[in-house]
């Protein structure tokens, strides 16, 4: 079975400062996605960025990056200048590379940006 | 970009009674739609995948008895929590896979319940 770990519940940083969330994961599977997901106060889920576990290249969205470390089963994100709208929770999630599969989600993070 | 709707985004019911949650895909079509828990500053918790057209999957350890899933068409699917309790308050949230796109899910705003 799949499982996502976080080991950061919760993380402060200032604004315009760069912040990194961890995740690793565990998975017998060498092809499948792994997503960081944003859920602001609010509570509507928002994809923040999504990586093929094929792609030797880290996926990039504007300030948000990712350091995917396959063989490590790491995968991390990086926030560059920080913005108080990116105060939320922040959850890895990993999904086998199949059609029916479903999203398995880690603990989440929940990152406070300080003015 | 895609649209998940979710009705009603709060309700509050007397214990014993049943409440229907709505799930739409608003600008495409869906043959899967997933149905999620979430517990105060917890993780989403799978219960059950949606199929359009056949029985819903639950996850182990969710009642399918008390958590009807209804997936009759390819844009809508129906969660009813049948006589509800005051365990059963939480966030619901549900999220759709759209036909032939099946790497990302698109998630509903959540529906709020609390069991009086």
């Known amino acids: 079975a799949q499982t996502v770990t976080q080991s950061q519940p919760e993380m402060s940083v200032q604004e315009a400062e760069t912040v990194t969330l961890s995740c690793t994961y565990d998975t017998s599977e060498n092809n499948y996605y792994l997503f960081w997901y944003k859920q602001p106060p609010s509570r509507q889920m928002i994809l923040v960025i999504r990586q093929e576990a094929y792609k030797q290249q880290n996926a990039t969205e504007n300030r948000f990056s990712v350091n995917f470390q396959k063989a490590a089963k790491s995968f991390s994100l990086k926030i560059s200048d920080s913005q108080l709208g990116d105060t939320a929770m922040y959850f890895c999630a990993f999904m086998k590379y199949e059609g029916d599969d479903k999203i398995i989600f880690g603990k989440g993070t929940r990152l406070h940006i300080l003015p | 970009g895609a649209v998940v709707s979710q009705h009603p985004s709060w309700v509050i019911c007397k214990s014993g009674t049943s409440v229907k949650i709505e799930c739409r895909s608003l600008?495409?079509?869906?043959?899967?739609m997933f149905w999620y828990r979430q517990f105060p500053k917890q993780s989403l918790m799978l219960m059950a995948t949606s199929n359009e057209g056949s029985k819903a999957t639950y996850e182990q350890g969710v009642e399918k008895d008390k958590f009807l899933i209804n997936h009759a068409s390819l844009t809508l699917s129906t969660l009813t929590v049948t006589s509800a309790h005051p365990e059963d308050s939480s966030f619901y949230i549900c999220s759709a896979r759209e036909t032939g796109a099946w790497e990302t899910q698109y998630f509903g705003p959540g529906t709020r319940l609390l069991v009086l």
């Open positions: 600008d495409f079509q869906a043959t899967t």
